[in-house]
Structures are given as C-alpha cells and as structure tokens.
Nanobody
C-alpha cells in the first residue's frame, strides 16, 4: 500500500485545513488508519486514528474537539479536518495504515502499530 498525503500549507491561527491521504489500493480500506505529526525539534506524536469499520475514532487530547478523522472508502482516501488551528499545530503530518485488520486498543496510538506511511505534508500555523 502506497500513501500520498496532501493538503498542507501556511495558515493563520484560527483557520482550517483538510489533509488528504490517497492510497494506491483498495486493500487500504481493510486496515485501521491514523495521522501522526512531528513538530520542529519534537518527536513524532499521535494525532488521530480510525478503525477500519469507521465506527471508532481516537484523538490526542491536544486536538480533541478541533480535528476530525474520516475516510472515503470509495476513493481509498483518508482525511483529517483541522479546525481552529494554533501555532502549536505546526508540524509535518503523516498518514499511516496498519497491515492488519485490527490493532489492539492499547496500541492504537503507537506508531509501531502501523506498517504503511505517507511522505508527510507540512502544516504551518503562523500570523
């Protein structure tokens, strides 16, 4: 599975962006998926995850209520809608997909649980 992330850019605080992650194969729809990010000088961190069924979503506390993860199975695409962006959201955002149908709950936020990764898209929030 190859993943292509897009949609990043330079925005002002309070603005919105929608990131997309297009997959090369429909197999993508069988996997749990997630977004991670890595800010300048920081380690990679979990942002949001979505079960293959689309029925359960998980968020980092720092983005809960502002970000929404979703997928369009017809388009083999994962999205991250980001609202009310803040400077601390500045990072390279990566989409990821597991290589198994279900990640155990305790590992859903761990980067090691995901096999396939997109190349990253830069989001910069600055006034």
């Amino acid at each position: 599975v190859q993943l292509q992330a897009s949609g990043g850019g330079l925005v002002q605080p309070g603005d919105s962006l929608r990131l997309s992650c297009a997959a090369s194969t429909r197999t993508f729809n069988n996997y749990d998926v997630a977004w991670f990010r890595q800010g300048p000088g920081k380690e990679r961190e979990f942002v949001a995850a979505l079960r293959r069924s689309g029925g359960h979503m998980y968020y980092a506390d720092s983005v809960k209520g502002r970000f929404t993860i979703s997928r369009d199975t017809a388009k083999n695409t994962l999205y991250l809608q980001m609202n009310n962006l803040a400077p601390e959201d500045t990072a390279v955002y990566y989409c990821a997909s597991s290589g198994v149908s279900r990640i155990i709950l305790s590992a859903i936020r761990a980067g090691d649980s995901y096999t396939y990764w997109g190349q990253g898209t830069q989001v910069t929030v600055s006034s």
